[in-house]
């Protein structure tokens, strides 16, 4: 998901699947479409795609309300009630705990799923991963405890890397186990871990300021849904201006132009969110519905941009990456 301009969901048409019977659908539901920013033709497709899996399609018998906070999130709590009043089926947040959280306390009944990268027992959103109870459920990317495989793959491909910055969001329930995973990792392969903390898009300027002034070789971002979502495309034109090679949590930012990045693939989780949406329009309950985890993470990297930097990509990099973006 990415600040564009917003794409109607009316736009591309579902192939039909395979063994779905699309005929035999009778409901006529509306899906309430709650986001920290307004979704990108990528997301839209990959919603689109989950509910298609389970025989809905838009203008058949699916329709959507959209709702998106653009970085906002203290409109988030109305923009849930406007849902609720419209009498959706279903609310499908995307874009951190921020749309479910701002749901789940307007509607107790309500069916809500989620998509984002975080854990959602300790944001309060589910009872447990198995047996999320209530009214909520979905699929998460967790990147938490991801810090030391980025740290890694910065050491593989700048051997000398000594410094790296890392920029989180203070304010973030998803920092502190970020912070925790990344100071052992940087004390296990002997890098200085330089720690900063950005909320708004003047702080994003200072930090990459402060890490200019501290010549450090190397900067990972954090996994949060206002670097991710909102804010993507400010950090990517900075780490390119000051040169500072960086690792990001999706390969949304690769896409944008950003060098290498590990994580899960944001886009099939939106697709497995939506397909529990999707479950639950046949009649499961959200209760009964475990939150679903990635199993899969992919490495990419963007030669273009790494030749910008003037860096040569390890062939032990390139032959373990998922993708290389010429």
């Not at 997301?43 to 309300?65: C, D, P, Q, S, W």
């Not at 306390?105 to 589910?126: K, N, R, S």
């Not at 010549?215 to 500072?244: E, N, Y």
Request: charged share 20%; glycine share 8%.
């Amino acid at each position: 998901m990415r600040r564009r301009p917003f794409i109607g969901l009316a736009g591309a048409s579902l192939v039909a699947v395979p063994g779905v019977a699309l005929a035999q659908k009778t409901a006529n539901a509306t899906i309430g479409l709650l986001t920290t920013a307004t979704p990108d033709a990528s997301t839209l497709a990959a919603i689109k795609k989950g509910l298609g899996e389970h025989g809905y399609v838009e203008g058949r018998n699916v329709t959507f309300v959209a709702r998106a906070a653009d970085g906002k999130y203290d409109r988030l709590p109305a923009l849930a009630a406007e849902l609720v009043v419209a009498k959706v089926s279903i609310i499908l947040g995307i874009g951190g705990p921020f749309p479910a959280r701002a749901a789940k306390a307007i509607t107790t009944t309500l069916p809500i799923v989620f998509a984002y990268g975080g854990d959602p027992v300790v944001d309060g959103l589910v009872a447990s991963f198995n047996r999320p109870g209530a009214n909520v459920t979905g699929a998460t990317f967790i990147g938490t405890t991801l810090s030391s495989k980025r740290i890694q793959i910065l050491r593989d491909l700048l051997p000398r890397v000594a410094d790296v910055a890392f920029l989180v969001n203070p304010k973030s329930s998803l920092t502190p186990p970020q912070v925790k995973d990344a100071e052992a990792a940087a004390q296990s392969l002997g890098v200085r871990l330089h720690i900063l903390n950005a909320t708004t898009p003047e702080e994003i300027d200072a930090a990459f300021e402060a890490m200019v002034r501290a010549k450090v070789d190397a900067h990972m971002l954090s996994t949060d849904p206002s670097f991710g979502l909102v804010h993507t495309k400010q950090i990517v034109a900075l780490a390119a201006r000051t040169k500072i090679p960086t690792i990001y949590p999706t390969r949304i930012e690769a896409d944008d132009g950003g060098l290498i990045s590990y994580g899960a693939n944001f886009y099939d989780t939106i697709r497995q969110a939506a397909g529990y949406a999707g479950r639950i329009l046949d009649g499961e309950k959200p209760a009964d519905l475990p939150v679903l985890q990635p199993t899969v993470f992919e490495l990419v990297v963007n030669a273009k941009t790494s030749k910008a930097l003037g860096l040569t990509v390890p062939a032990s990099v390139l032959a373990v990456a998922d993708s290389v973006i010429e």
